[in-house]
């Protein structure tokens, strides 16, 4: 929607609230003012009930369209927690992960330190760094910093492909 609507509806409910409130504080204070006749009276009072229709009209297609809007960047984000979910499998399932190593790659995405990994898994925090350590010859990187560049490039890709894995495949795009 343009502005310039938004600011004339806008101008309009100003200035009628400020004769409003400014004959309603005069009444109040007893600040005698010169009357307007009833003819400019009818016409800002006219002015201050198109003006407030106007706004509460625009206000209703403002929320309307910033609700779509919401929906819509919740579906989008969504989708791409959908998107990494599945890309973590198929990565996963591309490098021959077992199980416990699905998990514990897993937990190291979420940043979890090796201790907590540990202790989530009922394992030693040797296994852990063991298992880590198999991801990463497997994922064909060195650190929890390099696997999770893997699918952050991924999923940053713009023409939609996934890049090969960095175990000697050639790129897919």
Not at 9 to 23: E, G, P
Not at 62 to 76: G, P, Y
Request: hydrophobic share 50%; with cysteine.
């Amino acid at each position: 929607m343009r502005a310039a609507p938004i600011v004339a509806v806008f101008i309009v409910q100003a200035a009628c609230a400020f004769f409003f409130v400014s004959d309603i504080l005069a009444s109040v204070l007893g600040i005698r003012t010169t009357p307007i006749s009833w003819e400019m009276r009818e016409l800002l009072e006219i002015g201050a009930a198109i003006g407030l229709t106007l706004g509460v009209f625009l206000g209703g297609v403002m929320l309307s369209r910033a609700l779509r809007q919401r929906n819509v960047a919740e579906e989008r984000l969504r989708r791409a927690s959908g998107a990494f979910l599945d890309l973590l499998q198929e990565r996963f399932a591309e490098w021959g992960l077992t199980t416990a190593e699905r998990d514990v790659a897993l937990f190291a995405i979420k940043g979890m330190s090796t201790a907590e990994i540990a202790t989530l898994r009922s394992t030693s925090e040797g296994t852990v760094k063991a298992q880590t350590n198999a991801i990463y010859r497997k994922a064909g990187v060195t650190g929890r910093p390099q696997l999770l560049s893997l699918f952050i490039d991924d999923l940053m890709r713009e023409d939609g492909t996934v890049r090969a894995a960095a175990n000697g495949k050639k790129d897919a795009a």
